[in-house]
């Protein structure tokens, strides 16, 4: 009896406290919801009036308003900041000392916050490098100088640089070769297949795709536009956050025509065509510079037959000693200019050649015929038969040139003669030429292949570097000082025709400065100099063009970018490169700093 009616009160208990339990939940559930919510709405400090009016977005409030230590959730923003800062840090862009002591920092610096981006990352660099992987990609992340590259090449590429130019060669120039380029190329729109294969193919592959990490976007820029996979170098500034704008750019604007190069920096694509032309070159090349045979020059002969009354041959030095007498041999600043040349190129010379004019030499033979329309240049190794028109002769435009700057030719110039035609393409100027040979041949000199051609016209027939306005000097990324001027040079030229005007742009062609050229001598090359100062710390890009006397404005134009810098970095701060031909990739390069 005792035992069920403990069990009955026991349950009875039990009840009551399930009903007691039942009842007060929903009490204090909303009693613990209330004072979450308390703690929620109530921040730690109450707001301020500015703190309200910026959360209630009122009229008049604007950036310049905000008191940032009050900003609602600093501490939160600050976390984001230390986070991408430190990011930054890691990923900064690589700046290189090249071993000639240029400064070059390839990936502008994200100085200023985009307003365009819905992450503000103010100056923190994480979108170039981090996203994009800018310092990893393009011809110049591995090949810090393309001239370099082409040098040391396996096989020997032809002579595109100019080391007394300092043109830098880019991927623009040698897709201006590799594209369309028939008499020159055996085959057309041929750099991708040869690019493919020789990163990716088993000579390449071990160092490219392993070595170095290289995978196509290391090249290339993949796109939503329907442009497909674009050359990375072709676009980056376009792609590249942190580069200046400058609206109708102001600057110091010079030209010069009398500035000559020595007979070293007289380009020569040399071993193109024949035997000797690598013979010639072999002699020249690699700091040899052998000493050719006086002999060689004292028993050359120069032959003038074909159309004339009197044909005949005779020494090279007796046909000199003759023209001095007659007061005859020419010293002047003259110009040559590769139809080939692409924008940015090496191929132009501007020197003081010594010879004697070919009037003179076929008035020696008793004139020309009345038939006559032109001469061929040929030369002694019956290499070269190119033809010049007869205005040319009567103009005094065409010499055989024995000396270059006052010193006669080298191998690689044509030792112990070239001819010399001012106003074609470089080819007319046959080394060793042995021949004038006057004709009446029915010859079109406008022919590209069979004539003399001034520039050189792609498929469509446009003139691709007619004219051509070419910055020298400029590695991709060189640092300067800001607020110091800083003088950029180069060169326009138009081939037969006069520059009118040079145009620079810095913000991406919206706007040109115009400069007007007075009258100038379309035989001699147009040396310019630009001197800018940049107010601002930053990336800039500079782009320049060129108008002719016809009206022909640049088809191709040349952009490089610069990096203003207030504070110089010093050199042993930064990646010192000791070779430019091949680099190791940047985190390698990082980690040998380390270690040192």
Not at 41 to 62: F, M, N, W, Y
Not at 200 to 215: D, P
Not at 250 to 262: K, L, R, V
């Amino acid at each position: 009896m005792h035992l069920k009616k403990t069990i009955v009160t026991t349950t009875i208990c039990l009840v009551c406290g399930l009903s007691l339990v039942a009842g007060c939940a929903p009490q204090q559930s909303e009693q613990a919801a209330n004072k979450a919510n308390e703690g929620a709405a109530k921040p730690q400090s109450p707001l301020t009036d500015e703190q309200k009016a910026v959360i209630e977005g009122r009229e008049g409030i604007t950036n310049e308003d905000i008191n940032e230590d009050q900003y609602p959730g600093k501490e939160y923003l600050d976390g984001l900041w230390d986070r991408w800062d430190s990011i930054a840090s890691e990923v900064a862009p690589e700046i290189r000392t090249l071993p000639n002591g240029q400064m070059v920092q390839r990936t502008p610096t994200e100085y200023e916050v985009n307003p365009d981006a819905w992450q503000i990352q103010a100056g923190s660099n994480s979108y170039n490098t981090y996203w994009l992987d800018s310092d990893n990609r393009g011809c110049e992340s591995c090949h810090a100088d393309m001239n370099s590259l082409l040098k040391h090449l396996p096989y020997e590429h032809p002579v595109a640089w100019n080391d007394e130019l300092d043109n830098k060669t880019t991927l623009q120039q040698c897709l201006f070769c590799h594209s369309y380029a028939p008499g020159y190329l055996a085959k057309q729109y041929e750099f991708g297949t040869l690019m493919h294969g020789i990163h990716f193919g088993a000579l390449g592959k071990e160092k490219f795709a392993n070595e170095y990490g290289g995978n196509c976007m290391s090249c290339h820029n993949a796109t939503e536009n329907g442009a497909g996979l674009e050359m990375w170098d072709l676009t980056k500034y376009d792609r590249l956050w942190g580069i200046n704008k400058v609206e109708n750019v102001e600057g110091e604007f010079a030209i010069d025509q009398e500035m000559t190069q020595y007979q070293s920096g007289v380009f020569s694509y040399d071993w193109m065509h024949a035997y000797y032309d690598n013979m010639r070159h072999g002699a020249g090349v690699n700091g040899l510079n052998l000493e050719m045979p006086q002999s060689l020059f004292d028993e050359w002969t120069i032959t003038v037959d074909g159309n004339v009354n009197s044909e005949y041959t005779a020494k090279l030095p007796d046909l000199i000693k003759e023209a001095e007498a007659a007061g005859a041999v020419v010293t002047k600043t003259s110009k040559m200019v590769c139809n080939w040349n692409p924008v940015g190129g090496g191929g132009v010379t501007n020197t003081e050649v010594t010879g004697i004019p070919v009037s003179w030499l076929i008035e020696r033979a008793g004139g020309y015929k009345d038939d006559t329309t032109g001469v061929r240049a040929l030369r002694a190794d019956g290499s070269s038969k190119r033809a010049f028109p007869m205005n040319k002769v009567d103009s005094n435009e065409a010499l055989l040139v024995y000396k270059i700057g006052g010193e006669y030719l080298d191998a690689t110039r044509g030792y112990p003669c070239t001819n010399w035609v001012e106003g074609v393409d470089a080819q007319i100027n046959s080394k060793q030429v042995g021949t004038y040979r006057v004709t009446n041949e029915d010859i079109d000199y406008t022919d590209k292949w069979a004539g003399n051609p001034n520039a050189w016209q792609n498929e469509a027939g446009d003139m691709m570097n007619k004219p051509n306005a070419t910055i020298l000097g400029v590695p991709d990324g060189l640092l300067v000082q800001n607020g110091q001027p800083y003088t950029f040079n180069g060169y326009v030229d138009a081939y037969d025709e006069k520059v009118t005007s040079v145009e620079f742009s810095m913000d991406n062609g919206e706007t040109w400065t115009k400069y007007d050229i007075a009258d100038m001598d379309r035989n001699k090359m147009v040396w310019w100099k630009y001197t800018y100062t940049p107010q601002i710390e930053g990336a800039y890009c500079l782009t320049v063009r060129a108008t002719t006397e016809s009206g022909l404005t640049s088809y191709e134009t040349q952009t490089v970018m610069f990096n203003a810098k207030d504070k110089m970095p010093n050199p042993e701060d930064t990646t010192v490169l000791t070779s430019t031909s091949l680099v190791p990739p940047k985190v390698e390069a990082a980690s040998d700093k380390a270690e040192k």
